[in-house]
C-alpha cells in the first residue's frame, strides 16, 4: 500500500523529467538492495524510486517534487545502521547519498576538513594522517560507515572515552530542508553561541529534518599508541569495577569490555588464544601526550595492569608496540561478526554511568539465563556504552519471542539505572515505541514541534526517531 497522495507512475515520470536517467533507479531488484539497513528485524518497504544522488542540486531537486508529491523521503549513506533509521517506505522514495563522496577542502592550518556526505569514516582520517592530523571519531563500522550516516545517528566509537561523538566534532553543517532550500548551519570558529545552536539539532536526527549535503569537522593532531593492555576476570562484577578505577584514572583513550559469550564467539571465529574460561575481557589503551617519552607510556601500562591486578585479573598483559596493540585490539573489532556466526542477532545499544557498569553487566547474564537466549555484552565501556546482543535461531517462534523479551528487558534495566536506550545507534524503528517512556510525554511533542518547523509536510523519513 502506498503512503504517497499521489500515483506512483506520475511519481516516476516526474522524476525522470527532471533528474539525469543515472540517478535514479527504478529496477526492483536494484531498489531492493537500498531498501534496509542491518536491523534484520525491522520492516523494510518498497519503495518508488532510489535516486542516486550525486550533487546539492539532486537532492535539493528530488526534496522540492518530494514535498509537491506529498512523497516520502528516506535518506540513506552506507547502509551500516542499527536501528532500521533508513529502510525504505512503502511508495517513497530513497534519497542516496553514498555517491557524494568527495573531500572538498582539508585546510592544515584551521584543522578542518569539509566533506560530502558520502565520504567514508576511515577515508577521512587516512586523508588527514597525511598532514599529521586524524579524525577522531571511530565507530566500528569506520571502514564503510559515511559520515553523513555518523553525523545523522551521532556515532560514537571505542574513541568516546576521551573524545567524545561524531557531534562533538563537527564545525559546520550544509543541509537541504523539505522543500529543496538549501541552510548553513554552526561555524569554523572554536567558539559560537550566536542564536540556537542548530548545527546540534541536525545531528543525531536520523534523517527527519533535513539532508544533511556538507559536514565541516575538526581534526586533531596525531598522538602514537602509548600501550594497549589485556585483562582476564574469572568474575564478571570484579571487571566491572575495574572498569570504573581504569576510567576515573582518566589516562585512557580506548576502554572496551567482551564478556565470556563474545570471547568464546570471537576465539572461534579468529583462533586468537584468547582465555574462554573467564567470565569477561578488558582492553584499553592509552595514547602518547605531548612530551611524553616511553618511561611516561610504561607508567601509564604500569598503572593499569596493577588496576585489574587489584581487582582479582586472572591474567593482565600490556604492550608499548603498537601493532603488537592492534592484534590485540583486533577481537573486540570481530566481535558483532563472530556473533553473526552464531545465528540472527538483535544488537542493543544501551548506556548507563560508568559506575553502573558492573550492575548492567551482571543484569545481563541474569537475563539471558531468565530467558534461555544467548546474551553476548561487549562495548565501550569508557564511557557506559554497552551493546549487549541477542543471538537466537530465528525459525525457532519461541527463541524469536524471547529474544524479543530479552531485548526489552535489556532497554528497561538500563533506563532503571536511569541510562538511556541508545548510546551511538539512533532510535530509528527499532527503538521508537521505548522514547516516551525515557523522556516523557511532552518532550516528545516538542520533538514533534521542531520537526514541524524543520519538516511541515512530514515527508522527511516519518515514523521514525519520534
Same mark, same amino acid.
Given at each position: 500500500?502506498?503512503?504517497?497522495?499521489m500515483?506512483?507512475p506520475?511519481?516516476l515520470?516526474?522524476?525522470?523529467a527532471?533528474?539525469?536517467p543515472?540517478e535514479?533507479?527504478?529496477?526492483p531488484d536494484?531498489?531492493?538492495s537500498?531498501?534496509r539497513d542491518h536491523?534484520a528485524?525491522?520492516a523494510?518497504?518498497?519503495p518508488?524510486?532510489?535516486?542516486?544522488?550525486r550533487?546539492?542540486?539532486?537532492?535539493?531537486?528530488?526534496l522540492r517534487?518530494?514535498?509537491?508529491t506529498?512523497?516520502?523521503?528516506v535518506?540513506?549513506?552506507a547502509g551500516?545502521?542499527?536501528?532500521?533509521g533508513?529502510?525504505?517506505?512503502?511508495g517513497?522514495i530513497?534519497?542516496?547519498?553514498?555517491?557524494?563522496?568527495?573531500?572538498?577542502?582539508?585546510?592544515v592550518?584551521?584543522?578542518?576538513?569539509t566533506?560530502e556526505?558520502?565520504?567514508?569514516?576511515?577515508?577521512?582520517?587516512?586523508?588527514?594522517?597525511?598532514?599529521?592530523?586524524?579524525?577522531?571519531?571511530?565507530?566500528a563500522s569506520?571502514?564503510?560507515?559515511?559520515?553523513g550516516g555518523?553525523?545523522?545517528?551521532?556515532?560514537g566509537?571505542a574513541?568516546c572515552?576521551?573524545?567524545?561523538?561524531?557531534?562533538?566534532?563537527?564545525?559546520?553543517l550544509?543541509a537541504?530542508?523539505?522543500?529543496?532550500t538549501t541552510?548553513?548551519?554552526?561555524?569554523?570558529t572554536?567558539?559560537?553561541v550566536?542564536?540556537?545552536d542548530?548545527?546540534?539539532?541536525?545531528?543525531?536526527?536520523?534523517?527527519t529534518?533535513?539532508?544533511?549535503v556538507g559536514?565541516?569537522?575538526?581534526?586533531?593532531p596525531v598522538r602514537?599508541i602509548?600501550?594497549?593492555m589485556?585483562?582476564?576476570f574469572?568474575?564478571?562484577?570484579a571487571?566491572g569495577?575495574?572498569?570504573?578505577d581504569?576510567?576515573?584514572?582518566?589516562?585512557?583513550?580506548t576502554?572496551?569490555?567482551?564478556?565470556?559469550?563474545?570471547?568464546?564467539?570471537?576465539?572461534?571465529?579468529?583462533?586468537?588464544?584468547?582465555d574462554? #574460561? /573467564? !567470565?569477561a575481557m578488558?582492553?584499553?589503551?592509552?595514547?602518547?601526550?605531548?612530551? +611524553?617519552d616511553? *618511561? %611516561?607510556? $610504561?607508567a601509564?601500562?604500569?598503572?593499569?595492569?596493577?588496576?585489574?591486578?587489584?581487582?582479582g585479573a586472572?591474567?593482565v598483559?600490556?604492550?608499548?608496540?603498537?601493532?603488537?596493540?592492534?592484534?590485540?585490539?583486533a577481537?573486540?573489532?570481530?566481535a558483532?561478526?563472530?556473533?553473526?556466526?552464531?545465528?540472527a542477532?538483535?544488537?542493543?545499544?544501551?548506556?548507563?554511568?560508568v559506575?553502573?557498569?558492573?550492575?548492567?553487566?551482571?543484569?545481563?547474564?541474569?537475563?539471558?539465563?531468565?530467558r534461555?537466549?544467548?546474551?553476548?555484552?561487549?562495548?565501550?565501556?569508557g564511557?557506559?556504552?554497552?551493546?549487549?546482543?541477542i543471538?537466537?535461531?530465528?525459525?525457532?517462534?519461541?527463541?524469536? #519471542? /524471547? !529474544?524479543?523479551?530479552a531485548?526489552?528487558?535489556?532497554?528497561h534495566?538500563?533506563? +532503571?539505572m536511569? *541510562? %538511556?536506550? $541508545?548510546?551511538e545507534?539512533g532510535?530509528g524503528?527499532?527503538?521508537q515505541?521505548?522514547?516516551e517512556?525515557?523522556?516523557?510525554e511532552?518532550?516528545?511533542?516538542?520533538m514533534?514541534g521542531?520537526?514541524?518547523?524543520?519538516d511541515?509536510?512530514?515527508?522527511?523519513?516519518?515514523?521514525r526517531?519520534?
Amino acid at each position: 500500500m502506498s503512503s504517497t497522495s499521489m500515483a506512483e507512475p506520475e511519481i516516476l515520470d516526474r522524476l525522470r523529467a527532471v533528474l539525469p536517467p543515472a540517478e535514479l533507479v527504478t529496477d526492483p531488484d536494484v531498489m531492493a538492495s537500498y531498501s534496509r539497513d542491518h536491523a534484520a528485524v525491522c520492516a523494510a518497504g518498497q519503495p518508488v524510486a532510489v535516486v542516486l544522488a550525486r550533487s546539492v542540486e539532486t537532492v535539493a531537486t528530488t526534496l522540492r517534487l518530494a514535498s509537491a508529491t506529498r512523497t516520502p523521503v528516506v535518506t540513506r549513506g552506507a547502509g551500516t545502521g542499527l536501528s532500521g533509521g533508513a529502510n525504505a517506505l512503502n511508495g517513497g522514495i530513497v534519497l542516496s547519498l553514498a555517491k557524494m563522496n568527495a573531500i572538498t577542502a582539508l585546510d592544515v592550518d584551521a584543522r578542518l576538513a569539509t566533506v560530502e556526505p558520502g565520504v567514508l569514516n576511515a577515508t577521512l582520517d587516512a586523508a588527514a594522517r597525511e598532514h599529521g592530523l586524524r579524525y577522531a571519531p571511530d565507530p566500528a563500522s569506520r571502514d564503510i560507515s559515511t559520515i553523513g550516516g555518523n553525523v545523522a545517528t551521532n556515532a560514537g566509537g571505542a574513541c568516546c572515552v576521551k573524545y567524545g561523538v561524531t557531534g562533538d566534532h563537527v564545525a559546520a553543517l550544509t543541509a537541504v530542508l523539505a522543500d529543496g532550500t538549501t541552510i548553513h548551519t554552526g561555524s569554523r570558529t572554536v567558539k559560537n553561541v550566536a542564536g540556537l545552536d542548530l548545527n546540534r539539532l541536525l545531528i543525531g536526527s536520523e534523517g527527519t529534518l533535513a539532508v544533511i549535503v556538507g559536514v565541516t569537522v575538526r581534526l586533531l593532531p596525531v598522538r602514537p599508541i602509548a600501550g594497549t593492555m589485556v585483562a582476564f576476570f574469572d568474575d564478571l562484577r570484579a571487571a566491572g569495577r575495574a572498569i570504573v578505577d581504569l576510567q576515573a584514572a582518566g589516562s585512557l583513550s580506548t576502554l572496551e569490555v567482551m564478556d565470556r559469550t563474545t570471547v568464546r564467539a570471537v576465539e572461534a571465529m579468529k583462533h586468537m588464544d584468547l582465555d574462554t #574460561d /573467564a !567470565a569477561a575481557m578488558l582492553l584499553a589503551q592509552a595514547e602518547m601526550g605531548p612530551g +611524553a617519552d616511553d *618511561g %611516561t607510556a $610504561t607508567a601509564v601500562m604500569v598503572a593499569a595492569e596493577k588496576t585489574c591486578t587489584g581487582h582479582g585479573a586472572s591474567f593482565v598483559a600490556s604492550t608499548t608496540d603498537e601493532d603488537e596493540g592492534r592484534m590485540f585490539m583486533a577481537a573486540r573489532t570481530a566481535a558483532l561478526p563472530a556473533l553473526e556466526q552464531l545465528g540472527a542477532w538483535l544488537l542493543d545499544d544501551v548506556a548507563v554511568g560508568v559506575h553502573q557498569i558492573p550492575d548492567l553487566l551482571a543484569r545481563c547474564a541474569e537475563i539471558a539465563e531468565e530467558r534461555g537466549v544467548t546474551v553476548a555484552s561487549f562495548g565501550h565501556a569508557g564511557d557506559g556504552n554497552l551493546h549487549p546482543t541477542i543471538v537466537y535461531d530465528p525459525a525457532d517462534l519461541s527463541q524469536r #519471542d /524471547a !529474544a524479543t523479551e530479552a531485548f526489552d528487558d535489556v532497554l528497561h534495566a538500563a533506563l +532503571a539505572m536511569g *541510562g %538511556t536506550l $541508545t548510546g551511538e545507534h539512533g532510535i530509528g524503528q527499532l527503538k521508537q515505541s521505548y522514547l516516551e517512556g525515557m523522556v516523557g510525554e511532552r518532550e516528545v511533542s516538542l520533538m514533534r514541534g521542531v520537526k514541524a518547523a524543520f519538516d511541515p509536510l512530514g515527508i522527511l523519513n516519518p515514523g521514525r526517531g519520534f
